[in-house]
T-cell receptor, first 112, second 113 residues
């Protein structure tokens, strides 16, 4: 399995809702990442998990809460988002050292 | 952290013409990676360069890392409509499993058939 699987592919949520984005990989990668990408912009790093521990938080607002339940799964919990948080949320994984990242197909989030 | 400037931002070419995108840094880079993102898609890893003066080829794509490790380029020979997309360079900095990959602004390629 050489894929990173993200669900859901699309999500519309209100500003008072709580939702979660899910990411799964079975490549044995020990580093996993959340990126946010706005239209016509490069992906921006949000969080890095290494060996299931949060190693980097790029000053992301607390309304985004990451979780790594095990080495294959990464979640992003969303609460009280703003319309400007609408974007493509990409999960990625890598073996480290560094090497290329494998990205999932993303969750396209719209906050209304 | 290490920042890279990528140019041009957009490029429109006729099918069959060549295309080049450049990444430049004011500091020496330890490595550089290239990704392609198709419209509506996600970034896909193409290659990583780590050695000074390195040149790697993938069919019609040629990747170069400058001698001073401050710049890199991606050249596509005889573009095809399947080459359409945004090409990003990216720099990894930090330690093995706790570092981070930072992307350049990207070059969006349009190919007219």
């Amino acid at each position: 399995d050489t894929e990173v699987t993200q669900t859901p592919k699309h999500l519309v949520m209100g500003m008072t809702n709580k939702k979660s984005l899910k990411c799964e990989q079975h490549m044995g990668h020990r580093a996993m990442y959340w990126y946010k990408q706005k239209a016509k912009k490069p992906p921006e790093l949000m969080f890095v998990y290494s060996y299931e521990k949060l190693s980097i938080n790029e000053s992301v607002p607390s309304r985004f809460s990451p979780e790594c339940p095990n080495s294959s799964l990464l979640n992003l919990h969303l609460h009280a988002l703003q319309p400007e948080d609408s974007a493509l949320y990409l999960c990625a994984s890598s073996q480290g050292s560094p090497g290329g990242y494998t990205f999932g197909s993303g969750t396209r989030l719209t906050v209304v | 952290g290490q920042q890279v400037m990528q140019i041009p931002q957009y490029q429109h070419v006729q099918e069959g013409e060549d295309f080049t995108t450049y990444c430049n840094s004011s500091t020496t880079l330890s490595n550089i990676q290239w990704y392609k993102q198709r419209p509506g898609g996600h970034p896909v890893f193409l290659i990583q360069l780590v050695k000074s003066g390195e040149v790697k080829k993938q069919k019609r794509l040629t990747f170069q890392f400058g001698e001073a490790k401050k710049n890199s380029s991606l050249h596509i020979t005889a573009t095809q409509t399947t080459d359409v997309g945004t090409y990003f360079c990216a720099v990894f900095h930090g330690s093995s499993n706790t570092g981070k990959l930072i992307f350049g602004q990207g070059t969006t390629l349009q190919v007219k058939p």
